[in-house]
T-cell receptor
Framework: SQTIHQWPATLVQPVGSPLSLECTVEGTSNPNLYWYRQAAGRGLQLLFYSVGIGQISSEVPQNLSASRPQDRQFILSSKKLLLSDSGFYLC?????????FGQGTRLTVV | RKEVEQDPGPFNVPEGATVAFNCTYSNSASQSFFWYRQDCRKEPKLLMSVYSSGNEDGRFTAQLNRASQYISLLIRDSKLSDSATYLCVVRGSNYQLIWGAGTKLIIKP
């Protein structure tokens, strides 16, 4: 069966520090991969999606970037975090139907 | 107009009651539809897919109205544990999933 792993679960980082969140999927090949951010009490905001290795589509221009170095690995990065980058970050995978989420990373930038 | 719209609620409903939410979508070419449940500070989890003919899973019934471009979720005999935010999701003609902002449901004893 397919599983998705996302880590860390919580993270507190100072303003200006770098960020790297990793997500891996097992049990499937060539999945569509997504990074979302959810502010408190708000809906999901799509940040990036990828339909294959090295293929990244950015939905919202901002302080973040994404990479897909391997088929089942999706990384969210920032060179310098801003206070506004705080939020709940969710990685998800899908094939042609529904999406399945990792446990999420709660990022607090201080 | 947002691509997928939901009433944010909250819907305050007594335990045992029936509650229904709708979700409207703007892209008539949308291909598939889902309802997710999200508990506070947790990731969304798939509740059920929505099929053209409507489908039922226990106390939950989902329906699709393509002509009016909305999907609905009906919860019968609501339980305290049904309290959550319910997200509707629409898959378009590409690989993107368009999410509603969610409807918050609070079941009161």
């Amino acid at each position: 069966s397919q599983t998705i792993h996302q880590w860390p679960a919580t993270l507190v980082q100072p303003v200006g520090s770098p960020l790297s969140l990793e997500c891996t999927v097992e049990g499937t090949s060539n999945p569509n991969l997504y990074w979302y951010r959810q502010a408190a009490g708000r809906g999901l905001q799509l940040l990036f999606y990828s339909v294959g290795i090295g293929q990244i589509s950015s939905e919202v221009p901002q302080n973040l970037s994404a990479s897909r170095p391997q088929d089942r690995q999706f990384i969210l990065s920032s060179k310098k975090l801003l206070l506004s980058d705080s939020g709940f970050y969710l990685c998800a995978w899908s094939e042609q139907g529904e999406a399945f989420f990792g446990q999420g990373t709660r990022l607090t930038v201080v | 107009r947002k691509e997928v719209e939901q009433d944010p609620g909250p819907f305050n409903v007594p335990e045992g009651a029936t509650v229904a939410f709708n979700c409207t979508y703007s892209n008539s070419a949308s291909q598939s539809f889902f309802w997710y449940r999200q508990d506070c500070r947790k990731e969304p989890k798939l509740l059920m897919s929505v099929y053209s003919s409507g489908n039922e899973d226990g106390r939950f019934t989902a329906q699709l109205n393509r002509a009016s471009q909305y999907i609905s979720l009906l919860i019968r005999d609501s339980k305290l544990s049904d309290s959550a935010t319910y997200l509707c999701v629409v898959r378009g003609s590409n690989y993107q999933l368009i999410w509603g902002a969610g409807t918050k449901l609070i079941i009161k004893p």
